[in-house]
């Protein structure tokens, strides 16, 4: 039981791999607050607790400031503390750069990073000797056509990972990049490049369970001395990218 009495905040947990993190903390003791904008996060919250779990959703439009101090807020009001911080929420988008429009740029930076500075900076007062694991992707070392803005907004955030690690000292705060390549999720097949062929899905495809184990050994006391570090946990699909 890593988590036992540990609270874990995870953002878009109410499907796909923040979902299975959810699910993961929770087994493991973690008092889990569900974050996410869509209404399927109460039905992730609520099965948690038929499985004996502690849970609860926080309905939340995670680029809006004052939704991110809000969902913080009640996090503390019910639990005093956070000690786990999971930024997995992720936005893409699939037109070449000439064809993109700003707000669409915006949209997915706001989604993917900005929502990242706003959980951290707004927990950080209730983190004491915590984690915060923040979901990259292979996309940010190797990337395919029509997707530039998600591969920057994951390279920036590796970026700010590794300077929080400066910044806090690490029996404040330890903070760590998991970087996923393709996972079982309707994020991948919904992708029209993989529908289309421009991306071929080779290799091991991961389950939404091998990230989450990923991502609790990271924030667990196990991984005590790794702070500012990326996992890659892709089956190798960085190599073939």
Same mark, same amino acid.
């Given at each position: 039981?890593?988590?036992?009495?540990?609270?874990?905040? #995870?953002?878009?947990?109410?499907?796909?791999?923040?979902?299975?993190?959810?699910?993961?903390?929770?087994?493991?003791?973690?008092?889990?607050? /569900?974050?996410?904008?869509?209404?399927?996060?109460?039905?992730?919250?609520?099965?948690?607790?038929?499985?004996?779990?502690?849970?609860?959703?926080?309905?939340? %439009? $995670?680029?809006?400031?004052?939704?991110?101090?809000?969902? #913080?807020?009640?996090?503390?009001?019910?639990?005093?503390?956070? %000690?786990?911080?999971?930024?997995?929420?992720? $936005?893409?988008?699939?037109?070449?750069?000439?064809?993109?429009?700003?707000?669409?740029?915006?949209? /997915?930076?706001?989604?993917?990073?900005?929502?990242?500075?706003?959980?951290?900076?707004?927990?950080?007062?209730?983190?004491?000797?915590?984690?915060?694991?923040?979901?990259?992707?292979?996309? +940010?070392?190797?990337?395919?056509?029509?997707?530039?803005?998600?591969?920057?907004?994951?390279?920036?955030?590796?970026?700010?990972?590794?300077?929080?690690?400066?910044?806090?000292?690490?029996?404040? /705060?330890?903070?760590?990049?998991?970087?996923?390549?393709?996972?079982?999720?309707?994020?991948?097949?919904?992708?029209?490049?993989?529908?289309?062929? #421009?991306?071929?899905?080779?290799?091991?495809?991961?389950?939404?369970?091998?990230?989450?184990?990923?991502?609790?050994?990271?924030?667990?006391?196990?991984?005590? +001395? #790794?702070?500012?570090?990326?996992?890659?946990?892709?089956?190798?699909?960085?190599?073939?990218?």
């Amino acid at each position: 039981m890593r988590f036992k009495d540990k609270v874990c905040l #995870v953002t878009g947990g109410a499907s796909g791999i923040g979902k299975a993190i959810c699910q993961r903390l929770a087994a493991e003791g973690g008092k889990v607050v /569900v974050i996410d904008i869509q209404d399927s996060g109460q039905q992730a919250a609520d099965e948690i607790v038929a499985q004996k779990g502690e849970a609860i959703f926080i309905k939340t %439009d $995670i680029s809006q400031s004052r939704e991110v101090q809000f969902a #913080v807020q009640k996090t503390v009001a019910k639990w005093g503390k956070i %000690d786990v911080l999971v930024n997995n929420a992720a $936005i893409m988008t699939f037109k070449p750069i000439t064809e993109l429009s700003e707000d669409e740029w915006d949209k /997915v930076m706001a989604v993917n990073m900005k929502s990242v500075f706003l959980f951290c900076k707004y927990s950080l007062p209730y983190i004491n000797g915590g984690s915060i694991v923040n979901i990259s992707s292979v996309h +940010y070392h190797e990337t395919t056509p029509n997707v530039i803005p998600y591969a920057s907004s994951k390279g920036a955030m590796e970026a700010f990972t590794r300077g929080m690690s400066i910044e806090y000292p690490a029996d404040k /705060v330890r903070a760590n990049c998991v970087a996923p390549g393709a996972v079982d999720t309707p994020m991948l097949w919904s992708n029209p490049n993989i529908k289309s062929g #421009v991306e071929k899905v080779e290799g091991k495809i991961g389950k939404p369970e091998d990230i989450a184990a990923a991502v609790c050994f990271i924030a667990s006391e196990e991984a005590n +001395y #790794v702070n500012g570090a990326s996992l890659h946990v892709d089956g190798g699909r960085l190599n073939i990218l």
